[in-house]
């Protein structure tokens, strides 16, 4: 096997693990591999190896990689910040918003993203570390923009997003996810399902805490080469 397929399968052994710890069903879990920064030829290699869905951050970046892409059928979702200005494209060439931190940004991804497609699944992103370089909604305004986000048409609020703090304290790494968690439960009015939190170093603590779609890139693929011209 490959180095991305012995990454993949390693990942899933790790989802498989810290689902039986949590008592949880594997299923219920799902892996989105983070492409961000990795050539199409690493996502085709990923492909071949069972993986359907993909995390994009940098917008034309993503683009051209799905235009490379287009013979195979990949769902791709947006997890980086997201601008007003790219909105529109964001909205038309991707299934899943995962970094929506205002309602503004959420009323114009509605009025964009077009007829032909189902409503765009989003997630709102809290900032549950309270750390300045990061982005989302504060944790006690998150309810009130769900409840916003929840009656936009053209939208399907799915749940909350965060990146946690890095750290290697499992505790501290659960006392973060148990933040985004408890903001699911105080939403079980709006009918919500999604937990996007864990990456590479902390899946298995936000496993433990309620996670439904982990966020992995390195440990798939390898140590990112960042390039200037990707981050636009």
């Avoid at 998150?142 to 909350?160: D, E, H, S, W, Y």
Wanted: net charge positive; hydrophobic share 40%; aromatic share 6%.
């Amino acid at each position: 096997m490959g180095v991305i397929s012995v990454g993949l399968q390693d990942c899933r052994e790790r989802i498989d693990r810290a689902c039986r710890l949590a008592g949880r069903r594997p299923e219920s879990v799902g892996l989105l591999a983070v492409s961000k920064t990795y050539p199409a030829a690493a996502v085709r290699e990923a492909y071949g190896a069972g993986q359907r869905r993909f995390g994009e951050s940098y917008l034309q970046e993503a683009l051209a990689k799905q235009t490379e892409l287009i013979d195979l059928e990949l769902e791709w979702h947006f997890i980086g910040p997201i601008q007003g200005n790219k909105t529109r494209p964001i909205a038309g060439h991707f299934a899943w918003a995962h970094g929506v931190d205002r309602l503004k940004i959420a009323q114009r991804l509605a009025e964009v993203r077009p007829a032909n497609l189902p409503p765009l699944n989003v997630c709102i992103q809290v900032n549950v570390s309270g750390e300045v370089s990061k982005h989302g909604v504060a944790p006690d305004e998150a309810l009130a923009l769900a409840r916003a986000v929840a009656c936009l048409p053209r939208l399907k609020l799915r749940g909350f997003m965060c990146i946690a703090q890095a750290t290697g304290d499992p505790a501290e790494q659960r006392r973060q996810f148990a933040r985004l968690r408890a903001l699911l439960e105080q939403a079980a009015g709006l009918g919500l399902d999604t937990l996007s939190m864990g990456m590479s170093s902390d899946l298995e603590a936000a496993i433990m805490e309620g996670a439904t779609i982990v966020r992995v890139g390195t440990a798939i693929f390898g140590q990112r080469q960042y390039d200037k011209e990707t981050t636009s």
